[in-house]
């Protein structure tokens, strides 16, 4: 009976009965893509759509910090995270140990000085307090654009990690003050001016291009990426998920909803 045609036949339907919803599980599992609350996230959403038509499904995990989507991805929380620049990457691997790479370039946040108390920043009194971030390379970053704006004068080595200590000229005697990335929005009201990441300046309200009192070029070496596990790096489906990034319609999205104040860069 066993070894009759028909029950074989009945034996492998119920087989494939059996396999099928296992196989269907694993196909609808989404890609988990790590990112910052605001236009990173607002990006993603597009980046999902245009991902779904490709047949890969995506779910967008928020943060609201920068140390936090790295540690997730590493840890094998995240498939991806869509948040950093490549020096905040490299550093965060220096200092951390991570084993994350860049898979893709995805758009830049030219970085902009803001104020509630002045129009220019020559207008600065003396013995004014400027925020910049906390972290190694954003901090740089700030201080690289108060140097590009004259505001004070770095070492001539001092690099892409320039710190307060770097400072040679200060001219106005400002006092740098270093707080959490996501926070200096909120301390604007305390602080005479601020250098502020886009991400963050946005969903505060602020307008990078008409807000700001200096503001980066976009070509600098600050563009964003696609951060994968090292492991994960050549996987079909995160390297569909960086097709579906780079795609027409999310650099057509991003040059309209940001007026420049995001930069395609890929």
């Not at 609808?28 to 996230?41: L, Q």
């Not at 950093?84 to 970085?111: C, S, W």
């Not at 301390?187 to 307008?207: H, S």
């Amino acid at each position: 009976m066993i070894n009759s045609p028909i029950n074989r036949r009945s034996l492998l339907a119920a087989a494939a009965l059996l396999v099928l919803p296992f196989v269907a599980q694993a196909q609808d599992k989404p890609i988990r893509v790590g990112v910052t609350a605001g236009p990173h996230a607002e990006i993603l959403e597009v980046v999902k759509k245009v991902a779904e038509r490709d047949g890969l499904k995506l779910q967008i995990v928020e943060f609201s910090d920068y140390v936090q989507p790295n540690a997730a991805l590493n840890a094998g929380d995240l498939d991806a995270n869509s948040y950093q620049h490549l020096p905040y990457l490299e550093a965060q691997v220096k200092d951390r140990g991570y084993k994350i790479v860049n898979i893709g370039y995805t758009v830049n946040f030219p970085m902009g000085v803001y104020s509630k108390k002045v129009k220019n920043l020559a207008d600065l009194p003396s013995g004014a307090r400027v925020g910049i971030p906390n972290d190694p390379t954003n901090g740089g970053r700030g201080l690289l654009l108060l140097e590009s704006a004259g505001l004070i004068k770095l070492r001539a080595d001092a690099g892409l990690k320039a710190s307060p200590l770097d400072v040679v000229e200060n001219a106005k005697k400002v006092r740098i003050v270093e707080l959490d990335a996501a926070q200096l929005p909120r301390a604007l009201d305390e602080l005479d001016a601020a250098a502020i990441n886009t991400n963050y300046a946005i969903p505060a309200g602020l307008k990078p291009t008409q807000d700001s009192i200096a503001i980066e070029t976009p070509k600098s070496p600050y563009v964003n990426i696609i951060a994968v596990r090292t492991q994960d790096k050549d996987k079909p489906e995160l390297l569909k998920l960086v097709k579906a990034y780079q795609s027409a319609e999310v650099k057509a999205f991003v040059e309209q909803k940001y007026q420049k104040a995001v930069v395609a860069s890929w």
